[in-house]
């Protein structure tokens, strides 16, 4: 029983603080999204696909999450948008006092958009609100069509879904309208993009309808 109250006091702290987080943005007219995956989805790679497309279209900061190395940051750092690496140390998720941290290294008055790339993880990551406007969960075809039966929480809990490494899928056995299905079952109101980093497949898609949920977002 006191385990269970401790998780619950820690769950209502970051709570509190994510709200805060949340205000800031919004008055900034900041657009943020939290993107998660198990390790290997390619989060990053979509992210940099992104940046391609939209670093002179939207003013783009990102907060990068993991559990060792700066690696990730630094491949974005490539693009010339601000970047801030959180290295957790053994850590399975971020929470929003780190975020809180994070965004003291960042000029919200020239940032429309706000990209947090979560660490790897389909579990603790879900149960962490960091004060963001959407949860984008990323699951590539090489992982098969069941997650989302077996992490029904991340899905449940996320707004978007990107199907990754479509390109793949003649080398597999995973079934995409299968793993649309049961992402459906947890989730309906989820919003779906099939992509590859490799040849580009709908990330044009994926970015159009970034870009236009950043603008409702800065205009309101």
Same mark, same amino acid.
């Given at each position: 029983?006191?385990?269970?109250?401790?998780?619950?006091?820690?769950?209502?702290?970051?709570?509190?603080?994510?709200?805060?987080?949340?205000?800031?943005?919004?008055?900034?007219?900041?657009?943020?999204?939290?993107?998660?995956?198990?390790?290997?989805?390619?989060?990053?790679?979509?992210?940099?696909?992104?940046?391609?497309?939209?670093?002179?279209? *939207?003013?783009?900061?990102?907060?990068?999450?993991?559990?060792?190395?700066?690696?990730?940051?630094?491949?974005?750092?490539?693009?010339?948008?601000?970047?801030?690496?959180?290295?957790?140390?053994?850590?399975?998720?971020?929470?929003?006092? *780190?975020?809180?941290?994070?965004?003291?290294?960042?000029?919200?008055?020239?940032?429309?958009? !706000?990209?947090?790339?979560?660490?790897? +993880?389909?579990?603790?990551?879900? +149960?962490?609100?960091?004060?963001?406007?959407?949860?984008?969960?990323?699951?590539?075809?090489?992982?098969?069509?069941?997650?989302? !039966?077996?992490?029904?929480?991340?899905?449940? +809990?996320?707004?978007?879904?990107?199907?990754?490494?479509?390109?793949?899928?003649?080398?597999?056995?995973?079934?995409?309208?299968? *793993?649309?299905? +049961?992402?459906?079952?947890?989730?309906?109101?989820?919003?779906?993009?099939?992509?590859?980093?490799?040849?580009?497949?709908?990330?044009?898609?994926?970015?159009?309808?970034?870009?236009?949920?950043?603008?409702?977002?800065?205009?309101?």
């Amino acid at each position: 029983m006191s385990v269970i109250t401790i998780e619950r006091k820690v769950l209502e702290k970051n709570d509190e603080i994510a709200r805060e987080n949340r205000a800031l943005f919004a008055d900034h007219g900041v657009y943020v999204i939290n993107m998660v995956s198990s390790p290997g989805a390619g989060k990053t790679s979509i992210l940099e696909r992104t940046l391609e497309r939209l670093r002179t279209t *939207l003013r783009i900061a990102v907060i990068e999450g993991d559990v060792q190395t700066d690696l990730d940051a630094r491949r974005v750092a490539k693009y010339n948008v601000p970047a801030v690496q959180i290295v957790t140390r053994g850590g399975c998720h971020l929470e929003a006092n *780190l975020i809180r941290d994070a965004i003291g290294n960042l000029d919200l008055k020239a940032c429309d958009l !706000l990209v947090i790339e979560n660490v790897g +993880n389909l579990v603790c990551p879900s +149960n962490y609100d960091l004060g963001e406007a959407v949860k984008v969960v990323v699951a590539s075809t090489t992982e098969g069509d069941d997650k989302p !039966l077996k992490y029904p929480s991340m899905f449940r +809990n996320a707004s978007v879904l990107i199907i990754n490494k479509i390109d793949l899928l003649p080398y597999l056995q995973s079934n995409v309208a299968v *793993l649309r299905e +049961n992402a459906l079952k947890i989730n309906p109101s989820l919003t779906v993009f099939e992509t590859s980093c490799t040849t580009g497949a709908g990330m044009d898609a994926w970015c159009s309808w970034l870009t236009e949920n950043a603008r409702q977002k800065t205009a309101s």
